[in-house]
Structure formats: C-alpha cells, structure tokens
Nanobody, 121 residues
Framework: QVYLVQSGGGSVQAGESLTLSCTVS????????VAWFRQTPGKEREGIALIDNDGDVTYADSVKGRFTISKDNAKHTSYLRMNSLKPEDTAMYYCAADVFDYKLTPRYKFWGQGTQVTVSS
C-alpha cells in the first residue's frame, strides 16, 4: 500500500513563507516523480510544481520564482518551499507521486491527503 502523508501548511500573512512536506511510503519502485497541486472551491486542481525521476523541476508560471520543490530520496520526502506568499495562493495543497511523469496534469496515481494554506493580506 502506497501512502503519501503531507505536513506543513497553515495560516500566514502575505509576504511570509511556508514549507510543505510530503513523505512517501510503500512505493514499489525506487524512483518516482512528485508533483504539487492546489485547488480552491469550484476550480480545477492546478499543477504548480514537479520534480521528476532525474531531479529536473518544472513550475507553473503562477509560482515560478517564489516556490521551490525539492526531494530528499533518503527520506522519501518532497518539500515545497513557498516564499513571498500572496492571498491568491490560498488553497488546499496536494502532493502526488507516480513512476510516470505526468508533468503538471492531475493524472498521478497516488495522492496525499491535502493541507490547507491560507494567506491573508
């Protein structure tokens, strides 16, 4: 059984920073891609960051230059460092993992439970 357990998140003021974590357990393959998504009520899930099997990263324009994705393979944990947060970053954030690289589309097989990020002005 594959589990993705997220931690971090919370409420901050605009301009502040947060780091989200996503720990993967039970994955049957040694390498996998991890992507981060976010979603607000009534909107589609938006892919915002990806780190693939080779460690290459991709960002959505909405977060490029402010968010940083990383992965500690020894700890099976991915991190999303979010700087210069804006009120429009307020959303439920999800991590996802798969042996395949689906870029920033929500086609990943395994998902975390989600964590809320709220940014107030």
């Amino acid at each position: 059984q594959v589990y993705l357990v997220q931690s971090g998140g919370g409420s901050v003021q605009a301009g502040e920073s947060l780091t989200l974590s996503c720990t993967v357990s039970g994955y049957p393959y040694p390498t996998y891609s991890v992507a981060w998504f976010r979603q607000t009520p009534g909107k589609e899930r938006e892919g915002i960051a990806l780190i693939d099997n080779d460690g290459d990263v991709t960002y959505a324009d909405s977060v490029k230059g402010r968010f940083t994705i990383s992965k500690d393979n020894a700890k099976h944990t991915s991190y999303l460092r979010m700087n210069s947060l804006k009120p429009e970053d307020t959303a439920m954030y999800y991590c996802a993992a798969d042996v395949f690289d689906y870029k920033l589309t929500p086609r990943y097989k395994f998902w975390g439970q989600g964590t809320q990020v709220t940014v107030s002005s």
